[in-house]
């Protein structure tokens, strides 16, 4: 079968379904078969670690209403992947990545998941990750779970880093095995991989997608988010994705009626546009990597951007990480007690009992993170070292980091090379787009990041960047 969908975006793929090139079925189909042909044959990128197997029955009836001229939206009939920390009550488990959960099954749907079917996406499978969301072991490979085995760069299999924690993800949309996926970020998880696979990802404000389902980190700054080779693509799912969930207390102070993001899109954006640069930790980047910060910023400039110099922003990484670990106890025993009493696993110790015995299999890279956060925590966030690490935090990215920043220089975006840890730490939001690639075919990215909320304006700003630097191209595989 000739793989018909290469680079196909969203807008495409509904146009080929409203003329009858293509179906909802057909869609799935060649999806499928491409996931076959490299996720465990030919490269094994192994980026999905399952498929739905009501996928073709789920796009069958799809197909029906939109014979019938009903049709749900711009995602009707897309199949899309996501990553396997997010629950789905069907046949598919829910493990992030980890042999303790290999046999877990959800009792119902995340609340973005619920989202998806109802705007008639196709579930088509789970995505691989580094395992339980890159904190289980303090040396974790990026891209490596014991029940999914180790995901590769569809630019260099074996050879580049595919970037973590939503490795499948990132992986599965940059090898075209699906529409756009669905990642998680507690801190760079969906931009790092963005980065690494030339592909848009969008971390959200905490708040304006549901964590209700999702295997969790800490209770401060997880979320989901659109990973996409489009920025339109990348809108088109954020809106969707996106909306008040009365489980999520995060999420209830958003308005009723959240904005169209594809209307924020247009090729000006930059035009006039007051653009911080954050030149904080560049000695972590090389010449090569550093030519393209430094195009990026003229190709902005001569689109009618106002660069404006001295936007560095704090690195918090240690602050970050004390908070991440004791909230992550709790946070995780919360989740676990939902799947029941009749789960083989609900707590923490529970996981790190069960891989200490099945270590050849559970503990290739070790669980000193899950010690630690089982050993060195209560998880009542009581103490001291907690809540003065989580206060601080705010202080320091929020007065003293993004919102200073921005305001100071009056501001509508602040740019960085690759991604920075501020926004995650202060749940703020953050847009990943291609940039170029290095001499060994490694991609390179650069991030746009704003104050709560602003989505439209970074959406804006990362569109019209898309068009002056449309860097990406497809991996040869």
Same mark, same amino acid.
């Given at each position: 079968?000739?793989?018909?969908?290469?680079?196909?975006?969203?807008?495409?793929?509904q146009?080929?379904?409203?003329?009858?090139?293509?179906?909802?079925?057909?869609?799935?189909?060649? @999806?499928?078969?491409?996931?076959?042909?490299?996720?465990?044959?030919?490269?094994?990128?192994?980026?999905?670690?399952?498929?739905?197997?009501?996928a073709?029955?789920?796009?069958?009836?799809?197909?029906?209403?939109?014979?019938?001229?009903?049709?749900?939206? &711009?995602?009707?009939?897309? &199949?899309?992947?996501?990553?396997?920390?997010?629950?789905?009550?069907?046949?598919?488990?829910?493990?992030?990545?980890?042999?303790?959960?290999?046999?877990s099954?959800?009792?119902?749907d995340?609340?973005?998941?619920?989202?998806?079917?109802?705007?008639?996406?196709?579930?088509?499978?789970?995505?691989?990750?580094?395992?339980?969301?890159?904190?289980?072991a303090?040396?974790?490979?990026?891209?490596?779970?014991?029940?999914?085995?180790?995901?590769?760069?569809?630019?260099?299999?074996?050879?580049?880093?595919?970037?973590g924690?939503?490795?499948?993800s990132?992986?599965?949309?940059?090898?075209?095995?699906?529409?756009?996926?669905?990642?998680?970020?507690?801190?760079?998880?969906?931009?790092?991989?963005?980065?690494?696979?030339?592909?848009?990802?969008?971390?959200?404000?905490?708040?304006?997608?549901?964590?209700?389902?999702?295997?969790p980190?800490?209770?401060?700054?997880?979320?989901?988010? &659109?990973?996409?080779?489009?920025?339109?693509?990348?809108a088109?799912?954020?809106?969707?994705?996106?909306?008040?969930?009365?489980?999520?207390?995060?999420?209830?102070?958003?308005?009723?009626?959240?904005?169209?993001?594809?209307?924020?899109?247009?090729?000006?954006g930059?035009r006039?546009?007051?653009?911080?640069?954050?030149?904080?930790?560049?000695?972590?980047?090389?010449?090569?990597?550093?030519?393209?910060?430094?195009a990026s910023?003229?190709?902005m400039?001569?689109?009618?951007?106002?660069?404006?110099?001295?936007?560095?922003?704090?690195?918090?990484?240690?602050?970050?990480?004390?908070?991440?670990?004791?909230?992550?106890?709790?946070?995780?025993?919360?989740?676990?007690?939902?799947?029941?009493?009749?789960?083989?696993?609900?707590?923490?110790?529970?996981?790190?009992?069960?891989?200490?015995?099945?270590?050849?299999?559970?503990?290739?890279?070790?669980?000193?993170?899950?010690?630690?956060?089982?050993?060195?925590?209560?998880?009542?966030?009581?103490?001291?070292?907690?809540?003065?690490?989580?206060?601080?935090?705010?202080?320091?990215?929020?007065?003293?980091?993004?919102?200073?920043?921005?305001?100071?220089?009056?501001?509508?975006?602040?740019?960085?090379?690759?991604?920075?840890?501020?926004?995650?730490?202060?749940?703020?939001?953050?847009?990943?787009? &291609?940039?170029?690639?290095?001499?060994?075919g490694m991609?390179?990215?650069?991030?746009?990041?704003?104050?709560?909320?602003?989505?439209?304006?970074l959406?804006?700003?990362? @569109?019209?960047?898309?068009?002056?630097?449309?860097?990406?191209?497809?991996?040869?595989?």
């Amino acid at each position: 079968m000739t793989f018909t969908l290469q680079e196909a975006t969203i807008s495409r793929l509904q146009q080929w379904m409203e003329d009858g090139t293509e179906s909802a079925v057909s869609l799935t189909v060649q @999806y499928m078969q491409r996931i076959a042909d490299v996720n465990q044959a030919g490269p094994c990128l192994r980026a999905v670690i399952e498929l739905n197997p009501d996928a073709i029955y789920i796009a069958e009836k799809l197909d029906q209403e939109r014979a019938a001229g009903q049709v749900r939206g &711009p995602l009707h009939g897309i &199949p899309v992947l996501i990553k396997d920390n997010i629950n789905t009550a069907d046949h598919m488990h829910t493990s992030a990545g980890s042999l303790a959960l290999a046999d877990s099954y959800a009792p119902q749907d995340a609340h973005l998941v619920q989202r998806l079917r109802q705007a008639g996406a196709v579930i088509l499978g789970k995505t691989n990750l580094t395992e339980m969301a890159n904190f289980m072991a303090s040396h974790m490979k990026n891209g490596y779970s014991a029940r999914g085995g180790q995901t590769l760069n569809p630019y260099g299999p074996g050879q580049l880093d595919v970037g973590g924690s939503s490795s499948g993800s990132g992986a599965a949309v940059a090898a075209n095995l699906c529409a756009v996926a669905v990642g998680t970020e507690t801190s760079g998880s969906i931009l790092n991989p963005s980065a690494y696979n030339s592909l848009v990802g969008i971390k959200p404000t905490v708040g304006l997608i549901s964590r209700t389902g999702i295997i969790p980190i800490t209770y401060t700054q997880d979320t989901a988010g &659109p990973m996409a080779r489009t920025v339109q693509d990348a809108a088109i799912l954020l809106g969707v994705l996106a909306g008040q969930d009365e489980q999520d207390a995060a999420t209830l102070s958003l308005p009723a009626e959240l904005p169209d993001y594809t209307a924020c899109l247009s090729k000006d954006g930059l035009r006039g546009a007051r653009i911080g640069i954050n030149r904080a930790l560049l000695n972590e980047y090389n010449e090569e990597e550093l030519a393209i910060m430094e195009a990026s910023i003229e190709a902005m400039r001569h689109a009618g951007a106002i660069i404006v110099e001295g936007a560095d922003l704090p690195h918090t990484a240690g602050d970050n990480f004390n908070v991440l670990l004791y909230e992550f106890k709790s946070a995780l025993n919360r989740y676990l007690a939902t799947l029941g009493p009749h789960a083989k696993v609900r707590t923490l110790k529970d996981i790190i009992d069960f891989n200490h015995l099945h270590h050849q299999d559970a503990l290739r890279y070790g669980q000193d993170t899950l010690i630690r956060a089982e050993y060195e925590t209560s998880g009542t966030l009581i103490e001291p070292d907690y809540v003065n690490a989580r206060l601080q935090l705010g202080i320091q990215a929020r007065a003293e980091g993004i919102d200073h920043v921005l305001q100071t220089h009056q501001l509508d975006a602040i740019f960085s090379p690759d991604f920075t840890d501020t926004p995650a730490t202060v749940g703020y939001p953050a847009i990943m787009v &291609p940039a170029g690639y290095l001499r060994n075919g490694m991609p390179f990215g650069i991030s746009f990041m704003g104050t709560a909320y602003s989505e439209p304006q970074l959406l804006r700003i990362a @569109y019209a960047f898309e068009q002056v630097v449309p860097a990406r191209r497809s991996p040869i595989l």
